[in-house]
């Protein structure tokens, strides 16, 4: 029997117990399960972590258990799906699968949900815009989640937000190559190259909807109506593009304000699509609106730890990278940029390397880093400074006195170097400041007093 007939099968058994079909990363399992691949090997596969592999499949036993009355699991699923299949229950007709059963009473030939022919048009995408991913290191969790938020929990408006070269876009396009048969319609925008919002509905009426724009207005009504009959995900990346340069995070410029009632609107009403909204600033109408159970949610994503990244470039001293990498804060751009530098100029040891004084910027490093900083509001610019030249994090009081700063001025400063990723907390007796290390080691650099 092939593959195909026992995907076809679990897919029927599962979508009888649960009342919906195997995604995508399910049918991978099932596939590695079938051809005696381990957890680990169907995780290198798929870009999961080993342990979320074996949950999925331990999940799929279950629920072939209950459909079968039978204890299914990891050691008896090939010969007991086959066993199935060559029993009397089952049979096999031009290829399909038919439930024979008389309390089932189903299509015997059922479609099989994401099993269309590549070419249907009912289906579209436009990833023109997403980047090609060559390398995907450790963000299994973070891809988790994601999954999680938008598969299983239906969340409509996510915000993935981070630094500049962190990972962001890397994530979300790992999520959509995944996921591609998940959705009607997958349309990956920027905001840097396309910032019209009335283009992005034109092209969604006309291209997903199949809309006549001679008897429709081209408004967020009517992409709304379409949202909620099309599932849709759509991604918008470059966010930080619709607000204003040197004012606090998050604030739209006046000509982009169609954008932020568009993202409310996303997260209140009832859709069947998904919005992902890729940032280096965190939209302030999605405070307050995120929950355990939301259909809004934010995830900010943190600098790599696992020392993977390095592992292909060439490098010497393998117990030196977990220091080179918290040195850099697991930026993953700027760490495959000191590498490079470190093979050249340090015959690739990185002992050698650390061994200098100072964190090393590259010319790429200050020029991002320096975007960064002119882009904040002189408000916030004046507390990185402070914060870069004292040798210890800093209390609220402590920045209010050196400053002479309101405490309200304070802190919507201080809220809006958090939204940028620009600011460290620890708590002693009270909770203290402190700018991230690469910002402050490029602030130092500017010898500003």
Same mark, same amino acid.
């Given at each position: 029997?092939?593959?195909?007939?026992?995907?076809?099968?679990? /897919?029927?058994?599962?979508?009888?117990?649960?009342?919906?079909?195997?995604?995508?990363?399910?049918?991978?399992?099932?596939?590695?399960?079938?051809?005696?691949?381990?957890?680990?090997?169907?995780?290198?596969?798929?870009?999961?972590?080993?342990?979320?592999?074996?949950?999925?499949?331990?999940?799929?036993?279950?629920?072939?258990?209950?459909?079968?009355?039978?204890?299914?699991?990891?050691?008896?699923?090939?010969?007991?799906?086959?066993?199935?299949?060559?029993?009397?229950?089952?049979?096999?007709?031009?290829?399909?699968?038919?439930?024979?059963?008389?309390?089932?009473?189903?299509?015997?030939?059922?479609?099989?949900?994401?099993?269309?022919?590549?070419?249907?048009?009912?289906?579209? +995408? /436009?990833?023109?815009?997403?980047?090609?991913?060559?390398?995907?290191?450790?963000?299994?969790?973070?891809?988790?989640?994601?999954?999680?938020?938008?598969?299983?929990?239906?969340?409509?408006?996510?915000?993935?937000?981070?630094?500049?070269?962190?990972?962001?876009?890397?994530?979300?396009?790992?999520?959509?190559?995944?996921?591609?048969?998940?959705?009607?319609?997958?349309?990956?925008?920027?905001?840097?190259?396309?910032? +019209?919002?009335?283009?992005?509905?034109?092209?969604?009426?006309?291209?997903?909807?199949?809309?006549?724009?001679?008897?429709?207005?081209?408004?967020?009504?009517?992409?709304?109506?379409?949202?909620?009959?099309?599932?849709?995900?759509?991604?918008?990346?470059?966010?930080?593009?619709?607000?204003?340069?040197?004012?606090?995070?998050?604030?739209?410029?006046?000509?982009?304000?169609?954008?932020?009632?568009?993202?409310?609107?996303?997260?209140?009403?009832?859709?069947?699509?998904?919005?992902?909204?890729?940032?280096?600033?965190?939209?302030?109408?999605?405070?307050?609106?995120?929950?355990?159970? /939301?259909?809004?949610?934010?995830?900010?994503?943190?600098? $790599?730890?696992?020392?993977?990244? $390095?592992?292909?470039?060439?490098?010497?001293?393998?117990?030196?990278?977990?220091?080179?990498?918290?040195?850099?804060?697991?930026?993953?751009?700027?760490?495959?940029?000191?590498?490079?530098?470190?093979?050249?100029?340090?015959?690739?040891?990185?002992?050698?390397?650390?061994?200098?004084?100072?964190?090393?910027?590259?010319?790429?490093?200050?020029?991002?880093?320096?975007?960064?900083?002119?882009?904040?509001?002189?408000?916030?610019?004046?507390?990185?400074?402070?914060?870069?030249?004292?040798?210890?994090?800093?209390?609220?009081?402590?920045?209010?006195?050196?400053?002479?700063?309101?405490?309200?001025?304070?802190?919507?400063?201080?809220?809006?170097?958090?939204?940028?990723?620009? $600011?460290?907390?620890?708590?002693?007796?009270?909770?203290?400041?402190?700018?991230?290390?690469?910002?402050?080691?490029?602030?130092? +650099?500017?010898?500003?007093?």
């Amino acid at each position: 029997m092939t593959v195909a007939e026992v995907l076809q099968l679990v /897919d029927r058994l599962v979508e009888q117990q649960r009342g919906k079909h195997l995604n995508d990363l399910e049918k991978t399992v099932v596939q590695g399960l079938w051809q005696g691949q381990t957890y680990s090997q169907i995780s290198d596969k798929c870009g999961y972590d080993e342990n979320y592999i074996g949950d999925v499949s331990r999940q799929i036993f279950k629920q072939l258990s209950e459909e079968l009355n039978e204890d299914i699991k990891k050691s008896n699923f090939c010969w007991t799906i086959e066993r199935i299949i060559n029993s009397q229950v089952f049979g096999l007709v031009n290829g399909n699968i038919n439930w024979c059963t008389p309390h089932h009473q189903t299509n015997p030939n059922p479609p099989i949900a994401h099993e269309e022919d590549p070419n249907n048009q009912s289906r579209y +995408s /436009d990833l023109t815009l997403a980047p090609k991913i060559t390398q995907f290191y450790a963000r299994t969790g973070e891809l988790q989640t994601l999954s999680d938020w938008i598969l299983v929990q239906n969340t409509r408006l996510i915000s993935v937000v981070g630094l500049p070269g962190i990972g962001k876009t890397t994530l979300v396009k790992r999520f959509v190559d995944l996921n591609l048969q998940q959705f009607d319609a997958v349309i990956w925008k920027s905001i840097k190259i396309e910032p +019209s919002l009335n283009t992005l509905i034109t092209d969604f009426l006309t291209k997903v909807a199949h809309a006549d724009l001679r008897f429709i207005e081209i408004n967020l009504l009517e992409l709304f109506k379409a949202l909620k009959t099309c599932k849709t995900l759509l991604i918008l990346d470059d966010i930080q593009e619709l607000f204003k340069p040197g004012k606090l995070a998050g604030q739209y410029q006046s000509r982009f304000q169609d954008y932020k009632t568009l993202f409310q609107r996303l997260g209140e009403i009832e859709h069947n699509s998904h919005l992902i909204l890729i940032t280096q600033e965190q939209c302030q109408e999605m405070i307050g609106l995120t929950g355990e159970l /939301d259909p809004v949610q934010i995830l900010k994503l943190p600098g $790599l730890t696992q020392t993977s990244i $390095l592992s292909d470039r060439g490098l010497k001293d393998p117990s030196s990278w977990s220091q080179l990498i918290q040195r850099y804060e697991g930026h993953p751009v700027y760490l495959q940029e000191v590498a490079d530098l470190i093979k050249t100029m340090f015959s690739g040891k990185v002992s050698d390397f650390l061994a200098e004084e100072g964190i090393i910027l590259t010319a790429n490093m200050k020029s991002q880093l320096g975007d960064i900083f002119n882009r904040l509001s002189p408000l916030e610019q004046q507390i990185m400074v402070k914060l870069s030249q004292s040798p210890n994090p800093m209390s609220k009081n402590q920045l209010k006195q050196e400053l002479d700063l309101s405490l309200m001025d304070l802190i919507n400063g201080l809220e809006s170097l958090n939204r940028r990723h620009l $600011l460290k907390t620890s708590e002693a007796e009270t909770v203290l400041f402190d700018g991230v290390g690469l910002m402050q080691e490029y602030i130092r +650099s500017l010898s500003i007093d």
